[in-house]
Nanobody, 126 residues
């Protein structure tokens, strides 16, 4: 059974950086659309960034484009989210999600993803 475990969340000041990690087990990255969602209190879960190794494609929400970078280390079966220039509005619980098919239409919909991690909290505050 595929399993995802996130880590790296923390309290950081505005303008700071964090790197989130998602360790995957039970499946191989290359055939999955895998990425990050986030959910702030009282808000819907929203897609942040996704990657599909099969086509070397990356996808970013407009709100994080130019600040966040998604990457993967296949040897370690780990997904990363490098977050720079963090803003208070980036505060949320961040979730890793995976789906065993290419990243195509509908990647931003949480219901598309079969496997989820437990989440890691990111708080941006001075």
């Amino acid at each position: 059974e595929p399993r995802l475990v996130e880590s790296g969340g923390d309290l950081v000041q505005p303008g700071g950086s964090l790197r989130l990690s998602c360790l995957a087990s039970g499946f191989t990255f290359s055939s999955y659309c895998i990425g990050w969602f986030r959910q702030a209190p009282g808000k819907e879960r929203e897609g942040v960034a996704f990657i599909y190794r099969g086509t070397s494609s990356e996808y970013y929400a407009d709100s994080v484009k130019g600040r966040f970078t998604i990457s993967q280390d296949n040897a370690k079966n780990t997904l990363y989210l490098q977050m720079n220039s963090l803003k208070p509005e980036d505060t949320a619980k961040y979730y890793c999600a995976a789906e065993p098919r290419p990243c195509v239409v509908g990647i931003w919909a949480p219901q598309r993803y079969r496997y989820w991690g437990q989440g890691t909290q990111v708080t941006v505050s001075s």
